[in-house]
Protein backbone atom coordinates (compact mmCIF):
# COMPACT_ATOMS: atom_id res chain seq x y z
CA UNK A 1 0.00 0.00 0.00
CA UNK A 2 1.50 3.41 -1.13
CA UNK A 3 1.14 5.72 1.65
CA UNK A 4 1.65 9.39 1.29
CA UNK A 5 2.93 11.35 4.08
CA UNK A 6 1.64 15.07 5.52
CA UNK A 7 4.68 17.52 4.76
CA UNK A 8 6.27 18.65 8.11
CA UNK A 9 9.54 17.96 8.04
CA UNK A 10 -6.59 -7.71 16.56
CA UNK A 11 -4.74 -9.19 16.59
CA UNK A 12 -3.07 -12.25 15.66
CA UNK A 13 -0.41 -13.63 17.84
CA UNK A 14 2.76 -11.51 17.05
CA UNK A 15 5.18 -12.98 14.12
CA UNK A 16 8.21 -12.47 16.50
CA UNK A 17 9.10 -10.98 19.56
CA UNK A 18 12.68 -8.52 18.41
CA UNK A 19 15.00 -9.25 21.13
CA UNK A 20 17.53 -6.90 22.47
CA UNK A 21 21.37 -7.68 22.35
CA UNK A 22 24.36 -5.97 24.19
CA UNK A 23 26.07 -3.67 21.40
CA UNK A 24 29.84 -2.84 21.72
CA UNK A 25 31.70 -0.20 24.05
CA UNK A 26 31.59 3.00 21.71
CA UNK A 27 29.76 6.16 21.04
CA UNK A 28 26.58 4.63 21.27
CA UNK A 29 26.95 3.21 24.51
CA UNK A 30 27.52 6.72 26.11
CA UNK A 31 24.84 9.13 26.61
CA UNK A 32 24.14 11.99 24.58
CA UNK A 33 24.95 15.44 25.74
CA UNK A 34 22.12 17.46 26.83
CA UNK A 35 21.40 21.18 25.68
CA UNK A 36 18.52 22.92 27.56
CA UNK A 37 16.03 25.13 25.52
CA UNK A 38 13.88 26.21 28.26
CA UNK A 39 13.11 25.05 31.67
CA UNK A 40 11.23 27.71 33.14
CA UNK A 41 7.98 26.76 33.51
CA UNK A 42 6.80 23.36 34.96
CA UNK A 43 5.09 20.15 33.44
CA UNK A 44 6.20 21.19 29.84
CA UNK A 45 3.73 18.67 27.74
CA UNK A 46 5.22 17.52 23.96
CA UNK A 47 6.82 19.68 21.14
CA UNK A 48 5.38 19.86 18.00
CA UNK A 49 7.76 21.83 14.79
CA UNK A 50 7.42 24.24 12.39
CA UNK A 51 9.40 27.39 11.02
CA UNK A 52 8.00 30.32 11.55
CA UNK A 53 10.26 32.69 10.31
CA UNK A 54 11.17 31.13 6.52
CA UNK A 55 14.32 30.58 7.52
CA UNK A 56 14.91 26.35 6.79
CA UNK A 57 15.41 25.64 10.48
CA UNK A 58 12.99 23.95 13.06
CA UNK A 59 10.85 26.20 15.51
CA UNK A 60 9.19 24.45 18.45
CA UNK A 61 5.56 24.83 20.49
CA UNK A 62 5.03 23.47 23.67
CA UNK A 63 2.54 23.77 26.21
CA UNK A 64 3.71 23.31 29.79
CA UNK A 65 0.72 22.13 31.32
CA UNK A 66 1.31 22.86 35.34
CA UNK A 67 2.78 26.05 34.43
CA UNK A 68 -0.59 27.64 32.83
CA UNK A 69 1.52 28.64 29.33
CA UNK A 70 2.15 27.96 25.84
CA UNK A 71 5.56 28.89 24.58
CA UNK A 72 7.51 29.05 21.18
CA UNK A 73 10.79 29.11 20.75
CA UNK A 74 12.52 30.35 17.58
CA UNK A 75 15.59 28.38 16.48
CA UNK A 76 18.66 30.52 16.79
CA UNK A 77 21.18 29.59 14.23
CA UNK A 78 23.54 26.61 14.80
CA UNK A 79 26.11 29.29 16.56
CA UNK A 80 23.62 30.05 19.40
CA UNK A 81 21.70 26.43 19.32
CA UNK A 82 23.27 25.00 22.78
CA UNK A 83 22.00 27.77 24.49
CA UNK A 84 18.30 29.11 25.86
CA UNK A 85 16.29 29.62 22.84
CA UNK A 86 14.45 32.98 21.75
CA UNK A 87 10.99 32.48 23.20
CA UNK A 88 7.82 34.00 23.76
CA UNK A 89 4.67 33.17 26.35
CA UNK A 90 2.04 33.38 23.47
CA UNK A 91 -0.43 32.59 25.95
CA UNK A 92 -2.04 31.33 29.27
CA UNK A 93 -3.46 28.02 28.93
CA UNK A 94 -4.58 26.18 32.11
CA UNK A 95 -4.86 22.58 31.52
CA UNK A 96 -2.78 22.06 28.01
CA UNK A 97 -2.17 19.03 26.60
CA UNK A 98 -0.96 19.86 23.28
CA UNK A 99 -0.32 23.08 21.20
CA UNK A 100 0.71 23.17 17.55
CA UNK A 101 1.78 25.77 14.97
CA UNK A 102 -0.32 26.70 11.91
CA UNK A 103 -0.73 30.12 9.98
CA UNK A 104 -4.36 29.74 10.52
CA UNK A 105 -5.98 33.42 9.18
CA UNK A 106 -3.21 33.10 5.79
CA UNK A 107 -1.77 36.46 6.96
CA UNK A 108 1.87 35.15 6.55
CA UNK A 109 2.11 34.82 9.84
CA UNK A 110 2.21 31.47 12.31
CA UNK A 111 -0.18 31.46 14.65
CA UNK A 112 -0.63 28.42 17.76
CA UNK A 113 -3.70 26.03 18.33
CA UNK A 114 -3.87 25.13 22.00
CA UNK A 115 -5.66 22.08 23.12
CA UNK A 116 -7.33 22.30 26.92
CA UNK A 117 -8.78 18.99 29.21
CA UNK A 118 -8.83 19.24 32.86
CA UNK A 119 -11.97 21.97 33.54
CA UNK A 120 -10.77 24.11 31.29
CA UNK A 121 -12.13 22.02 28.21
CA UNK A 122 -11.39 23.96 25.57
CA UNK A 123 -9.57 25.09 22.37
CA UNK A 124 -7.67 28.56 21.98
CA UNK A 125 -6.28 30.16 19.09
CA UNK A 126 -3.09 32.58 19.77
CA UNK A 127 -2.91 34.91 17.17
CA UNK A 128 0.57 35.74 15.97
CA UNK A 129 1.37 39.44 15.99
CA UNK A 130 1.14 41.28 12.68
CA UNK A 131 4.67 43.08 12.43
CA UNK A 132 6.90 40.40 12.18
CA UNK A 133 9.56 42.35 14.70
CA UNK A 134 7.45 41.87 16.95
CA UNK A 135 6.62 37.80 17.06
CA UNK A 136 8.54 37.30 19.72
CA UNK A 137 6.79 40.40 22.02
CA UNK A 138 4.31 38.38 24.61
CA UNK A 139 2.06 40.96 24.74
CA UNK A 140 1.36 41.16 20.94
CA UNK A 141 -0.02 37.87 20.99
CA UNK A 142 -4.02 37.64 21.07
CA UNK A 143 -5.76 35.11 22.64
CA UNK A 144 -9.37 33.86 21.80
CA UNK A 145 -10.68 30.26 23.01
CA UNK A 146 -12.76 28.61 20.02
CA UNK A 147 -16.27 28.58 20.80
CA UNK A 148 -17.44 24.81 19.77
CA UNK A 149 -15.09 23.29 21.44
CA UNK A 150 -16.03 25.25 24.80
CA UNK A 151 -16.99 22.46 27.23
CA UNK A 152 -17.43 19.66 25.19
CA UNK A 153 -14.81 16.99 26.04
CA UNK A 154 -11.03 17.08 27.60
CA UNK A 155 -9.23 18.10 24.14
CA UNK A 156 -5.76 16.40 24.26
CA UNK A 157 -4.41 16.80 20.41
CA UNK A 158 -4.65 19.17 17.88
CA UNK A 159 -4.19 18.29 13.87
CA UNK A 160 -4.41 21.52 10.97
CA UNK A 161 -5.46 19.70 7.85
CA UNK A 162 -7.20 21.34 5.01
CA UNK A 163 -10.41 18.50 5.46
CA UNK A 164 -12.51 20.35 2.60
CA UNK A 165 -10.67 22.14 0.28
CA UNK A 166 -11.87 25.60 1.55
CA UNK A 167 -10.70 28.95 3.50
CA UNK A 168 -7.62 27.53 4.34
CA UNK A 169 -6.57 24.79 7.10
CA UNK A 170 -9.20 23.38 9.48
CA UNK A 171 -8.78 21.83 12.85
CA UNK A 172 -9.02 17.87 13.23
CA UNK A 173 -9.19 17.33 17.13
CA UNK A 174 -9.51 14.45 19.76
CA UNK A 175 -10.39 14.08 23.66
CA UNK A 176 -10.38 11.69 26.56
CA UNK A 177 -13.05 10.43 28.70
CA UNK A 178 -16.64 10.02 28.96
CA UNK A 179 -17.58 12.88 26.26
CA UNK A 180 -14.54 11.62 24.05
CA UNK A 181 -14.55 11.83 20.39
CA UNK A 182 -12.43 12.82 17.29
CA UNK A 183 -13.97 15.14 14.80
CA UNK A 184 -12.79 18.29 13.00
CA UNK A 185 -13.77 22.27 13.27
CA UNK A 186 -14.61 23.84 9.53
CA UNK A 187 -13.36 26.85 9.14
CA UNK A 188 -15.42 29.67 8.01
CA UNK A 189 -14.68 32.53 5.19
CA UNK A 190 -13.21 34.03 7.72
CA UNK A 191 -10.83 32.33 10.19
CA UNK A 192 -11.28 35.03 12.66
CA UNK A 193 -14.58 34.81 13.10
CA UNK A 194 -14.24 31.78 15.28
CA UNK A 195 -17.79 31.98 16.47
CA UNK A 196 -18.70 30.54 13.12
CA UNK A 197 -16.43 27.70 12.81
CA UNK A 198 -18.15 24.77 12.88
CA UNK A 199 -17.71 21.14 14.91
CA UNK A 200 -17.86 18.09 12.66
CA UNK A 201 -18.39 14.49 15.09
CA UNK A 202 -16.37 12.05 13.61
CA UNK A 203 -16.52 8.82 15.88
CA UNK A 204 -16.32 7.89 19.44
CA UNK A 205 -12.87 7.54 21.36
CA UNK A 206 -11.50 7.00 24.75
CA UNK A 207 -8.23 8.83 25.02
CA UNK A 208 -6.65 10.38 22.08
CA UNK A 209 -3.08 10.16 21.86
CA UNK A 210 -1.88 11.03 18.29
CA UNK A 211 -3.40 12.54 14.98
CA UNK A 212 -1.61 12.54 12.04
CA UNK A 213 -2.55 12.83 8.32
CA UNK A 214 -1.34 10.35 5.50
CA UNK A 215 -2.84 9.08 2.56
CA UNK A 216 -3.75 5.46 4.00
CA UNK A 217 -5.24 4.02 0.98
CA UNK A 218 -3.67 6.21 -2.08
CA UNK A 219 -7.04 7.93 -3.93
CA UNK A 220 -4.95 10.93 -3.15
CA UNK A 221 -7.09 12.56 -0.27
CA UNK A 222 -5.76 12.87 3.39
CA UNK A 223 -7.01 10.44 5.74
CA UNK A 224 -6.40 10.53 9.49
CA UNK A 225 -4.34 8.12 11.55
CA UNK A 226 -4.38 7.99 14.96
CA UNK A 227 -3.69 5.93 18.55
CA UNK A 228 -6.31 6.26 21.15
CA UNK A 229 -5.26 4.35 24.46
CA UNK A 230 -8.66 3.57 26.37
CA UNK A 231 -11.87 2.45 25.89
CA UNK A 232 -13.68 0.17 23.32
CA UNK A 233 -12.05 1.98 20.55
CA UNK A 234 -8.60 1.77 21.43
CA UNK A 235 -5.96 0.55 19.43
CA UNK A 236 -4.18 2.32 16.20
CA UNK A 237 -6.85 2.62 13.69
CA UNK A 238 -7.18 5.22 10.63
CA UNK A 239 -10.71 7.66 9.42
CA UNK A 240 -11.26 7.37 5.38
CA UNK A 241 -11.73 10.63 4.18
CA UNK A 242 -14.56 10.75 1.78
CA UNK A 243 -12.95 13.11 -0.48
CA UNK A 244 -13.54 16.40 -2.46
CA UNK A 245 -16.88 17.83 -1.07
CA UNK A 246 -18.35 14.85 0.68
CA UNK A 247 -16.17 15.34 3.98
CA UNK A 248 -19.24 17.04 5.60
CA UNK A 249 -22.52 15.04 4.67
CA UNK A 250 -20.70 11.66 5.20
CA UNK A 251 -19.18 9.51 8.04
CA UNK A 252 -15.61 8.66 7.44
CA UNK A 253 -14.88 4.42 7.90
CA UNK A 254 -12.93 3.26 10.58
CA UNK A 255 -10.05 0.78 9.68
CA UNK A 256 -8.09 -0.86 12.58
CA UNK A 257 -4.79 -1.80 12.48
CA UNK A 258 -3.76 -2.97 15.56
CA UNK A 259 -2.96 -2.63 19.09
CA UNK A 260 -6.39 -2.99 20.42
CA UNK A 261 -5.26 -5.63 23.53
CA UNK A 262 -2.42 -2.48 24.68
CA UNK A 263 -2.47 0.92 25.64
CA UNK A 264 -1.22 2.38 22.66
CA UNK A 265 0.59 6.09 23.69
CA UNK A 266 2.28 8.13 20.38
CA UNK A 267 2.98 6.53 17.01
CA UNK A 268 4.51 7.37 13.85
CA UNK A 269 4.41 6.31 10.28
CA UNK A 270 7.55 5.15 8.84
CA UNK A 271 9.44 2.37 6.04
CA UNK A 272 10.72 0.62 9.08
CA UNK A 273 12.68 -2.41 6.83
CA UNK A 274 13.63 -0.58 3.67
CA UNK A 275 10.81 -2.59 1.98
CA UNK A 276 9.40 0.77 0.57
CA UNK A 277 5.97 -0.22 2.16
CA UNK A 278 5.06 2.60 5.23
CA UNK A 279 4.12 0.51 8.79
CA UNK A 280 2.99 2.18 12.39
CA UNK A 281 5.30 1.81 14.68
CA UNK A 282 3.11 2.56 18.25
CA UNK A 283 4.53 2.81 21.81
CA UNK A 284 2.79 1.47 24.31
CA UNK A 285 2.21 1.56 27.56
CA UNK A 286 2.14 -2.18 28.73
CA UNK A 287 3.97 -3.96 25.56
CA UNK A 288 7.16 -1.92 24.40
CA UNK A 289 6.85 -1.23 20.53
CA UNK A 290 4.28 -2.29 18.26
CA UNK A 291 4.84 -2.64 14.67
CA UNK A 292 1.44 -2.94 12.28
CA UNK A 293 1.67 -3.54 8.69
CA UNK A 294 -0.89 -1.07 6.71
CA UNK A 295 -2.87 -4.22 5.14
CA UNK A 296 -2.43 -7.99 5.86
CA UNK A 297 -3.43 -11.26 4.10
CA UNK A 298 -7.08 -12.33 4.26
CA UNK A 299 -8.28 -9.28 6.10
CA UNK A 300 -6.20 -10.36 9.81
CA UNK A 301 -4.38 -7.85 11.51
CA UNK A 302 -0.39 -9.08 12.43
CA UNK A 303 2.26 -6.93 14.12
CA UNK A 304 5.61 -7.67 15.58
CA UNK A 305 6.59 -6.90 18.83
CA UNK A 306 9.82 -5.19 19.60
CA UNK A 307 10.72 -5.13 23.57
CA UNK A 308 12.02 -2.36 25.48
CA UNK A 309 15.15 -2.99 27.97
CA UNK A 310 14.24 -4.17 31.80
CA UNK A 311 13.80 -1.22 33.82
CA UNK A 312 13.24 2.00 31.51
CA UNK A 313 9.91 2.63 32.48
CA UNK A 314 7.04 2.23 30.16
CA UNK A 315 7.07 3.04 26.60
CA UNK A 316 5.51 6.62 25.43
CA UNK A 317 6.88 8.10 21.98
CA UNK A 318 8.78 6.81 19.18
CA UNK A 319 10.52 8.26 16.46
CA UNK A 320 12.28 6.75 13.67
CA UNK A 321 15.74 8.03 11.70
CA UNK A 322 18.95 6.66 10.14
CA UNK A 323 20.84 8.09 13.59
CA UNK A 324 24.46 6.68 13.02
CA UNK A 325 24.38 7.05 9.10
CA UNK A 326 24.57 3.19 8.09
CA UNK A 327 21.59 3.45 5.78
CA UNK A 328 19.62 2.04 7.95
CA UNK A 329 15.98 3.31 9.87
CA UNK A 330 16.80 3.17 13.75
CA UNK A 331 14.37 3.54 16.70
CA UNK A 332 13.70 6.07 19.42
CA UNK A 333 11.69 5.53 22.16
CA UNK A 334 10.95 7.85 25.66
CA UNK A 335 9.60 6.80 28.74
CA UNK A 336 7.81 7.55 31.78
CA UNK A 337 8.23 5.98 35.24
CA UNK A 338 11.78 6.24 34.24
CA UNK A 339 14.21 5.87 36.81
CA UNK A 340 17.92 5.48 37.34
CA UNK A 341 20.49 4.60 36.73
CA UNK A 342 18.28 3.02 32.97
CA UNK A 343 17.88 5.85 30.72
CA UNK A 344 14.57 7.26 29.98
CA UNK A 345 15.15 7.92 26.39
CA UNK A 346 17.24 5.22 23.75
CA UNK A 347 18.11 4.26 20.53
CA UNK A 348 17.61 0.75 18.83
CA UNK A 349 19.67 0.00 16.12
CA UNK A 350 19.83 -4.03 14.16
CA UNK A 351 21.86 -6.63 14.88
CA UNK A 352 24.04 -7.17 12.35
CA UNK A 353 25.22 -10.15 13.61
CA UNK A 354 21.78 -11.76 14.04
CA UNK A 355 19.58 -13.54 11.31
CA UNK A 356 17.20 -12.97 13.69
CA UNK A 357 15.08 -9.61 13.99
CA UNK A 358 17.56 -8.11 16.68
CA UNK A 359 18.26 -4.72 18.16
CA UNK A 360 20.31 -3.44 20.30
CA UNK A 361 19.47 -0.99 22.88
CA UNK A 362 22.19 2.25 23.21
CA UNK A 363 21.08 5.07 25.76
CA UNK A 364 20.69 8.70 24.60
CA UNK A 365 19.69 10.55 28.31
CA UNK A 366 21.42 8.97 30.82
CA UNK A 367 19.79 8.51 34.15
CA UNK A 368 18.03 12.21 34.64
CA UNK A 369 15.10 12.66 33.95
CA UNK A 370 11.50 10.85 34.88
CA UNK A 371 8.80 11.29 32.64
CA UNK A 372 9.55 11.95 29.16
CA UNK A 373 7.10 12.76 26.09
CA UNK A 374 7.04 13.10 22.35
CA UNK A 375 10.21 13.06 20.38
CA UNK A 376 11.05 14.44 17.06
CA UNK A 377 14.09 14.26 15.61
CA UNK A 378 15.67 16.76 13.43
CA UNK A 379 19.13 18.39 12.38
CA UNK A 380 19.30 21.25 15.12
CA UNK A 381 22.91 21.88 15.03
CA UNK A 382 23.35 21.75 11.00
CA UNK A 383 26.06 19.04 11.26
CA UNK A 384 24.38 16.52 8.86
CA UNK A 385 22.80 14.08 11.37
CA UNK A 386 19.98 13.92 13.09
CA UNK A 387 19.47 15.06 16.99
CA UNK A 388 16.70 14.54 19.16
CA UNK A 389 14.12 16.84 20.82
CA UNK A 390 12.45 15.55 23.28
CA UNK A 391 10.82 17.41 26.75
CA UNK A 392 10.40 15.96 30.51
CA UNK A 393 7.37 17.00 32.38
CA UNK A 394 7.49 14.81 35.85
CA UNK A 395 5.95 16.42 38.79
CA UNK A 396 5.84 14.28 42.08
CA UNK A 397 2.84 14.93 43.83
CA UNK A 398 4.13 17.08 46.91
CA UNK A 399 7.09 17.15 45.20
CA UNK A 400 9.32 19.96 43.96
CA UNK A 401 11.10 19.09 41.60
CA UNK A 402 10.01 20.78 37.69
CA UNK A 403 11.23 18.43 35.47
CA UNK A 404 14.20 18.91 32.78
CA UNK A 405 11.80 21.18 30.48
CA UNK A 406 12.41 21.64 26.56
CA UNK A 407 15.70 20.26 25.57
CA UNK A 408 17.75 18.33 23.37
CA UNK A 409 20.31 15.37 22.73
CA UNK A 410 23.03 16.08 20.36
CA UNK A 411 24.01 13.21 17.75
CA UNK A 412 27.65 12.00 18.74
CA UNK A 413 27.92 10.58 15.30
Excluded at 132 to 140: G, P, T
Excluded at 225 to 232: E, F
Excluded at 359 to 382: C, M, N, T, Y
Amino acid sequence: MKVCLFPVSLVLTALSSCALGAGPRSAAAQPWPRHVIDDSSRGADGVRLGDVNGDGRPDIVTGWEEGAVTRLYVHPGPERVRRRWPAVTVGQTPNVEDAVLVDLDGDGRTDVVTSCEGRTRTLFIHWAPAAAQRYLVAEAWHSEPLPPSRGRMMWMFCLPLDVDGRHGPDLVAGGKGSEAAVGWFEAPQDPRHLARWRWHRLGPAGWIMSLRAADMDGDGDLDVLLSDRKGPWRGCRWLENPGPGRATGRSWRNHFLGGRDHEVMFLTLADLDGDRRSEVIVATRDNGLLVLPLAAPSGKDRHQVIRLPDGVGTGKGVAVGDLDGDGRQDLVFSCEAARPPRAGVMWLSRDRSSTENRWVAHPISGPAGIKFDRLELADLDGDGDLDVLACEESQPAGGRRRGLGVFWYENPF
